[in-house]
């Protein structure tokens, strides 16, 4: 998968992208945060089984369903639990791709249907079926991708962990490939996130949601890419301020001072 910094095709980046933030904390105890997420995902697959084109997805102003992404978003209380589920790489990459394919599917909604149209025609339809679905599910995707924060960065640290404790010599070399293509589609769903800011399919509070869990994992993420591709993500940034609304430049910035570092240690001597 290549690193790619252009944000000439965003509705393209969205599409690989997929994955949910902190809305809407819901008191529980600790111990029962990953059942809870396994729960409400359940039934927020459930219920988008049952969409049709005229009552659309579950949205985050259904009391009901703002109930259910309080357990499946909350990143931060999940992955502080002590779960022994969580200190399982497979485990966890299970529950991230599972959060990736809720959001795939308010991201696809309505792509599979039948379209009496082919060529340009039906590519044109598909993309204005995207931007529709940008529209009316952006609070819901907003929540998905910044929930893909956490989650990589969860798997960032289990996979800091599992390499740090055999000296870099002594990695084999499908060991050396596995920690690569981790850190390669890690960086890339990081680099899409924080280019978002750019974009103009999401609102300021959607972005707000985004870019605060990006820069919350900003040095976790920047640790895995080669320096050059640091520089070249913050090069790509040099516009970022133009009309940047002040509630996005805390966020910004951390995200900026994480990308300037040049050492490179961990599994960034992998990429």
Known sequence: ???????????????????????????AAWADSYSDFQQASGQLEALMAKATPQSGLPRLDDPGVAQLFAHIADGPRLFRAPVAALQDVNQSV???ERSTNLGKSYYQF????????????LQQARREQVTRNLADYGDEMAALFAFGMHCHAHL??????????????????AERMRA????????????????????????????????????QHA????????????ERLLT???DADKDLDPAL???LAAIRQALSVTTCTGLCQYY
């Open 94 to 96: 299970a529950l991230c």
């Open 1 to 27: 998968m290549s690193l790619s910094l252009s944000i000439s095709m965003p509705l393209r980046r969205l599409g690989r992208l997929f994955c949910l933030s902190s809305a809407l904390v819901a008191p």
């Open 236 to 238: 790509s940034l040099a």
């Open 249 to 251: 430049a805390p966020a």
């Open 180 to 215: 690569r293509a981790f850190s390669k589609g890690s960086s890339t769903m990081f680099v899409n996130v924080v280019q978002f800011v750019q974009v103009p399919f999401w609102n300021v509070a959607q972005k707000k949601r985004m870019l605060e869990a990006a820069a």
């Open 156 to 173: 960032i640290g289990l996979m800091e962990k599992e390499f740090s404790s055999q000296p870099l010599p002594e990695v084999s070399s």
């Open 110 to 121: 309505g792509l599979t249907r039948p379209l009496p149209l082919s060529g340009a025609e």
């Open 219 to 230: 040095a976790a993420n920047a640790n895995l890419m080669a320096p050059p591709l640091r």
